[in-house]
Structures are given as C-alpha cells and as structure tokens.
C-alpha cells in the first residue's frame, strides 16, 4: 500500500512539474484604462485566457505605459510588445501624401463627422 501511495504522489508531482507556463503577451494602448477601447481589449484579454485555458496571457498596458499611442505600431515591431491598439494614421509611414489623405478619412469619423465623399475616396 505504501509503494502504490508513494507512487501516485510522484505521479501527480511530475505532472504538475510538467506542465509548462503560461506564454505572457503584452499588448499595448494609449487610451486610459476607463475607457471604452481599453475595457473592449480587456475582455478580449480575459477570453483569450479563458479560450486558452490559461495558456496564453495577455498583460493589457493602457494609458501609455509601454509606448505613447503613435509609437505603438513601431513598439511591436521592435518586440517591445506583442500586440497593440493604434490608430490608423500612426500605420502610414513615408507618403506624406497618403498620411494626409488617410488623415483626412479617418479625423472625419474619429471626430464624429463623416468625411466627405472626396476624402472617402482614394487617389493613388
């Protein structure tokens, strides 16, 4: 009886010692942590864990901690972070032409007015 409880008790010790841990993403915003955009990521941080089973975790940064908003996009790139929220106009890098017209597109919606039909349509 005593060699079949030793047993078990290296059995449930080794699995746990197998078991890896978790891959940890950081996923960086420049929104505050109240605020809608931030709160979404964070849901989507929780589901990601809880569809994962704990194997991936992602540490969400809000409110500019890991990089300012526009620096985002070049933070994952550099491996600072592994995700990130950004706007669409810290995406366009060189044609200040397109950075204009695309800044131009979305200022109209993120200012809660619609852009006009000329600016919806780009000219490349």
């Known amino acids: ?3 079949l409880c030793m047993a078990a008790l290296c059995a ?3 699995s746990h010692a197998a078991t890896p841990p978790p891959t940890t993403w950081k996923l960086a915003t420049g929104y505050r942590a109240e605020s809608f955009h931030t709160q979404n990521i964070m849901q989507f941080s929780r589901d990601v864990e ?4 704990g194997k991936l975790v992602i540490q969400v940064h809000p409110n500019n901690t890991l990089a300012k908003l ?4 070049q933070a994952v790139a550099d491996g600072k972070a592994q995700a990130g ?6 995406l366009v890098q060189g044609d200040t032409d397109r950075r204009r017209r695309c800044r131009a597109l979305c200022g ?6 619609s852009a006009p ?3 919806a349509t780009p000219r490349y």
């Open 1 to 3: 009886m005593k060699k």
């Open 12 to 14: 449930v010790s080794l």
């Open 50 to 53: 809880q569809a994962t089973r």
């Open 70 to 73: 526009n620096d985002i996009r």
């Open 85 to 90: 929220e950004t706007i669409m106009t810290s």
């Open 108 to 113: 109209g919606f993120i200012q809660g007015r």
């Open 117 to 119: 039909v000329e600016a």
